[in-house]
Structure formats: C-alpha cells, structure tokens
C-alpha cells in the first residue's frame, strides 16, 4: 500500500474490511545446535560433575574438625583445588582431541593442470630394504590396510637402491630386480584421491604436435613418480579418452584400458568399441575420465588373459616391455622390463605376464614398450630405456602430491 500523509485518513471513504481470517502461524525455524554446545553437554560437563565429586569425597574428612586444624590443613585444600584444575584440563584436551582429530583430506581440483610441488625432504633412497620398516608404518595410514607388493626382503639389483617418497596424500617407492635374464623396475603408489592419478599430454591438450621426453613432461606437472604412456600421436588404433571426452575410436583389434573418475582401470577388447556412439556410452556409464591405448591386457580381475596373438603389437617376440596395474583400491604398480648391465634379455608378453601376476596385481595393461618404456620418479629416470637415451614422446601417466606446496 502506497505512503498516505496523516490528513487523508479524514477525507478517505471507509472501506469495508473483508472478514478477518486466522492467519496460519508461521514455522519457526529449528535452529542447529552448535557442536561446542553438544561438546560441553556430553563431555565437560559430566567431567566436571566427576571431578567435584572427588574433590567433596576428599574434604569430607574435614568436617568437624577444629577450626585450628582446618586452617592448618589449607595448603591440603589448596592442593584439592590444583588437582581438579589439572583433572579437567586434561580430559577436556582429551576429549577434544578426540573431537578434533580429524584425518586430512587432499586432492586436486578437475581444472589443475600442474600439480603442487612435492616436498623434497619427503624423499629418501637407501641400498638396504630391510632397514625401511618405519617406512611402511609411517605409511599405514595411506596404505588403509592394504598390503605393499614391495617388501623389507626384497633383493635388489645389484648395485641399485631403493628410492621412497611420503607426505600425507601419497606413498610410492621404487626399486630394481633382476627375474630371468632381465631387469625389472617396479614404482609401487598408494594415492589417498583418485585426482592424484593423472594424465598428461604433451603442449597440455589433445591433438598436439610437440613431443617430449618422459623426465621433461614429469617435470613439468611436479609429478612424484611417472610413466611413458601409450605414445597416442605415434598411433592410431584404440580408445582414446581424454578429460572425460571421447577423441578418437578405432577399436578393431585393440584393447583399450580406461581409468574411472575413482581411480579403477577398466578394459575393453578388439570389437567390443567399434564406433563414437558406443564409445561415448561406455564413458558415460563408467564415469571416465581418461584413456590408455596400447595394450595387450594382461590380468583381468585377478585372471591372467595375455593373447598369443595381438593384431596391433608383438606378442611372441623379446622386447623391452612396460605395464600399468591396480593392486587395490588407489594403489598402483608400474613395471618396466629391460636389459641392463650384465643381463642383457628382455621377455615376450607371455614371460613379462609370469612376474606381473607373482605381483598380486588384480589388473594389469601393457603401456608402450621399447625406446618409449621409461619410470620416473623425482625427475629421474630410473630405469635403464633400449639404446640407454629416451625417446620423445606425446604422452605419460603420473601421480602427484596433493598437499599445496609449502605444506
């Protein structure tokens, strides 16, 4: 109703009123009650009814007593009142601690294109396995239970060393073994969200031109341990999903391997994806978020299924061999198979499948081999590649560090 001066109520008509209807009362809010509220109510408050029992059992005796001796004994009162002080001091920070001490979450934002720093005080390398059982326990907390393929017997490459990293939101550890006549690198990552798995393309988008070296592009995300991909621009066979979107799909013979917006790797086999419409379907209801194009797989499920043959790679033949595998939940192994030193094989598909299953791994791909097979970790290649330089490629896989840099 529009502003009316004092004066016009005199010269307005009366308007007849319309019958006066109850109003319906309106819902009062439910106010939320504040947790120090709820800790006070269940957790202070009956300490300190606790507490103020033990202080009137302990001045009981000293009722009745002459007022000569009470005053005598007021230093004991005193001595009352310090020991409850202390009482409630202490289970309040008892209680609170127990309130407060929530375990730290991290990941990355979808959007991160470079990962935080890692803290270079994290990492650490010894020639002795056996002397990292505070490693292991120190990792308990990432781990959640599971089992570490890495282990305090393991025996090393001779001359090699164990190379470790450990921070709140990921364990990874990497080592060489000697199995046959070949040399395995292992990088075994337990990451705490499945946004530290990650996928990057070399001049940071899709379709690019620019080719690197695998220690350049893990540099150039800050990552902690990273692989060599699938070299997607040297190919063009498989799947190839990148940022949850559909790029490309040739799925006559290829195994594609994809990874889920939880971290878990699924397969798809030659002719199972034939076109966009089917793939963009398997994206969608498996919720991916990116691709590997390579293959063969290896383990599915716990089962062994390496092909005898392969139409898009050699199978039967020696060469230098990588492979990604999921050991758990958010818990990975990278392995690369090459000649070194005085071992100088290297194992077809169906011999690298033997050491990958003795792993425990429950799935396992096979990544681009060769020159292309190379493990990062802090920069550093660890393994040695074919013909002892890298390759430059298009493409790797990494993990990283959740927490911000500076901690």
């Not at 408050?45 to 000569?68: E, F, N």
């Not at 709140?168 to 946004?195: L, N, Q, R």
């Not at 963009?280 to 293959?295: R, T």
């Not at 060469?319 to 077809?348: D, I, S």
Request: proline content about 5%; overall charge negative; charged content about 25%.
């Amino acid at each position: 109703m529009a502003y009316q001066p004092k004066y016009a109520k005199n010269r307005a008509k009366p308007t007849p009123q319309p019958p006066r209807q109850e109003l319906p009362r309106p819902v009062k809010k439910q106010k939320k009650l504040n947790p120090w509220f709820i800790l006070v109510g269940l957790v202070v408050i009956p300490l300190a009814l606790l507490a103020t029992r033990q202080v009137l059992t302990d001045m009981l005796p000293t009722l009745g007593r002459p007022a000569g001796q009470a005053a005598y004994e007021k230093t004991g009162d005193m001595t009352i009142m310090d020991r409850f002080d202390t009482f409630v001091v202490n289970a309040k920070a008892d209680a609170l601690d127990g309130v407060l001490s929530v375990k730290k979450r991290f990941w990355l934002a979808e959007d991160t294109k470079v990962a935080p720093e890692p803290d270079q005080s994290k990492f650490g390398e010894t020639d002795d396995p056996s002397t990292l059982g505070w490693l292991l326990e120190a990792a308990a907390d990432i781990l959640e239970g599971q089992q570490t393929y890495f282990s305090l017997d393991t025996k090393l490459y001779p001359g090699s060393k164990v190379m470790y990293y450990l921070d709140e939101s990921i364990f990874a550890v990497s080592w060489k073994e000697v199995h046959d006549t070949s040399v395995y690198t292992y990088s075994e990552v337990k990451i705490s969200h499945p946004s530290q798995f990650r996928r990057h393309l070399a001049g940071g988008e899709y379709g690019s031109e620019m080719q690197f070296m695998t220690t350049e592009m893990a540099e150039s995300v800050n990552a902690v341990v990273a692989s060599s991909g699938d070299f997607y621009r040297f190919r063009d066979f498989g799947t190839v999903v990148y940022e949850g979107k559909v790029r490309r799909v040739e799925g006559t013979y290829a195994h594609t391997c994809y990874i889920d917006r939880n971290g878990d790797l699924h397969f798809s086999y030659g002719g199972e994806v034939m076109d966009m419409a089917a793939a963009e379907k398997f994206v969608a209801d498996n919720d991916i978020q990116f691709s590997l194009a390579f293959g063969p797989v290896l383990i599915d499920n716990g089962v062994r299924c390496e092909p005898d043959w392969y139409g898009v790679g050699e199978v039967s033949e020696e060469y230098a061999r990588a492979a990604l595998c999921q050991m758990g939940k958010l818990h990975y192994l990278v392995v690369a198979a090459n000649n070194e030193g005085a071992y100088q094989g290297v194992p077809t598909v169906h011999a690298f499948t033997n050491h990958i299953e003795a792993t425990g791994a429950k799935m396992a791909y096979c990544l681009d081999g060769g020159q292309t097979a190379a493990i990062v970790m802090n920069d550093k290649l660890i393994n040695r590649v074919v013909y002892g330089y890298q390759r430059k490629i298009s493409d790797i896989i990494y993990f990283a560090t959740a927490v911000p840099d500076g901690g």
